[in-house]
């Protein structure tokens, strides 16, 4: 399952460098998950300081 990019995200960005594939993006003032290329790495999730990034 890819992951996604919950509410609690606070924008920080530390998951977007933090992606192998670089499928993570700044869009406006989300975070968002391509699923379409995410590897379901789970490297996202070890960065996050508020555990927005989940498995859909």
Do not use: H, N, R, S
């Not at 700044?26 to 590897?39: A, F, S, T």
């Amino acid at each position: 399952m890819a992951y996604i990019i919950t509410d609690d995200c606070i924008a920080c960005q530390a998951c977007i460098d933090e992606c192998p594939v670089g499928c993570i993006t700044l869009d406006g003032d989300k975070v968002v998950i391509d699923k379409d290329q995410c590897l379901e790495c789970g490297a996202c999730a070890g960065v996050c300081p508020v555990d927005a990034p989940k498995p859909e």
